[in-house]
């Protein structure tokens, strides 16, 4: 059950961080809010970007279990 922990974990920051950015662009809140909420999406937008890297490097090592087949780094320019 870990696995579905991180992805409700993963799901409940992007869901803050989505918070967080709204109450920004809203210009309502004192610099000092807005300071406080901006750190907080920081360290939001880290703990994604460290679920996301642990996903990749899963999804490599099964490839690499499968005949040798490796991932192509994606490249939004030329991958429609």
């Known amino acids: 059950m870990p696995p579905k922990t991180t992805v409700r ?6 869901t803050d961080l989505d918070a967080i950015v709204t109450q920004l662009e809203s210009n309502q809140l004192s610099l000092e809010d807005a300071l406080k909420a901006f750190e907080k999406g920081v360290k939001l937008s880290q703990e994604c970007q460290r ?13 690499d279990k499968q005949d040798g087949e ?4 994606f490249d939004p320019e030329t991958n429609s």
């Open 9 to 14: 974990h993963f799901e409940d920051n992007l």
């Open 51 to 63: 679920v996301l890297t642990q996903a990749e490097q899963k999804v490599q090592i099964l490839l």
């Open 70 to 73: 490796h991932l192509e780094p």
